[in-house]
């Protein structure tokens, strides 16, 4: 079965390392506020942190109790981090095995180009609606997300 994707582009005033910067920031993770009904985060921990980044695990607790794990396995701060969503409780261990989030950088006049994408995978072809509304609601946050770094960093 294939991926459920979104994407966002945003032009940040900031050069790719300093935005890779803050994903490392686990302070800064709460300012991702969710979507309607999709929650926001609470806290960030940091499980394993190695010293090269890649293998680096960070769970995840969200506004609404739930949560999961994210492994960053690609760390190319100039380029490109990807990071692999996986271990969700419940509800969403019902619906997804994983997601995939990708932020691509691009240096712009004034800053840098960032496409954040997201790939979900449905458990089943039962759940692919219900991730396939998910992923609209974190289509929405993350833009939103992306407008607050924009905000933030001027």
């Not at 050069?15 to 985060?41: M, S, T």
């Not at 942190?49 to 609404?64: K, L, M």
Request: net charge positive; proline share 6%.
């Amino acid at each position: 079965m294939k991926p459920i994707r979104c994407c966002c582009v945003a032009n940040l005033p900031l050069l790719p390392e300093e935005i890779a910067a803050q994903i490392l920031d686990l302070e800064k993770w709460p300012e991702f506020q969710g979507f309607g009904v999709l929650p926001g985060i609470r806290t960030a921990v940091f499980e394993c942190r190695p010293t090269d980044i890649v293998g680096t695990r960070i769970r995840v607790t969200n506004t609404d109790g739930s949560s999961h794990v994210e492994e960053i396995v690609e760390w190319q701060p100039e380029r490109r981090l990807r990071l692999h969503m996986h271990s969700f409780s419940a509800p969403l261990s019902y619906l997804a095995k994983s997601m995939e989030e990708k932020w691509e950088f691009e240096l712009v006049d004034g800053g840098t180009r960032v496409r954040r994408s997201l790939e979900m995978f449905p458990l089943s072809r039962m759940s692919w609606p219900l991730i396939w509304a998910i992923s609209q609601l974190l289509r929405r946050a993350i833009a939103r997300h992306l407008r607050q770094m924009q905000e933030a960093s001027k």
